[in-house]
Nanobody, 122 residues
Framework: QVQLVESGGGLVQPGGSLRLSCAAS????????MAWYRQAPGKQRDWVAT???????NYADSVKGRFTISRDNAKNTVYLQMNSLKPEDTAVYYC????????????????WGQGAQVTVSS
């Protein structure tokens, strides 16, 4: 019912910045949480950041102080501003949305779609 589309990925050098977007569409049910995850090839998917409907945020220790999650409720869009990027940030980035009491993407599923490729390299 709900479609999630990530955008804004690309290739940047260490220390650079990128801003990712994720637009949610297809439902009028309230969005309680928005979150970002990332996954490098052959590795486990890791949680990155979460933002609540009230604007409360949480970050993984690996990105704290460098990444900022935000949301535009009018556009049903969540953003991830990534600064001071490191090579270990290289991954495919995915968003997820808690619509009511149901997550749009399930943790048990291996495939979450195309995502946004972020490559940090000299």
């Amino acid at each position: 019912q709900v479609q999630l589309v990530e955008s804004g990925g690309g290739l940047v050098q260490p220390g650079g910045s990128l801003r990712l977007s994720c637009a949610a569409s297809g439902s009028n049910v309230s969005i309680n949480l928005m979150a970002w995850y990332r996954q490098a090839p052959g590795k486990q998917r890791d949680w990155v950041a979460t933002i609540s409907s009230g604007g409360y945020t949480n970050y993984a220790d690996s990105v704290k102080g460098r990444f900022t999650i935000s949301r535009d409720n009018a556009k049903n869009t969540v953003y991830l501003q990534m600064n001071s990027l490191k090579p270990e940030d290289t991954a495919v980035y995915y968003c997820n949305v808690l619509r009511g009491i149901t997550w749009v993407r399930q943790l048990r599923d291996d495939y979450w779609g195309q995502g946004a490729q972020v490559t940090v390299s000299s």
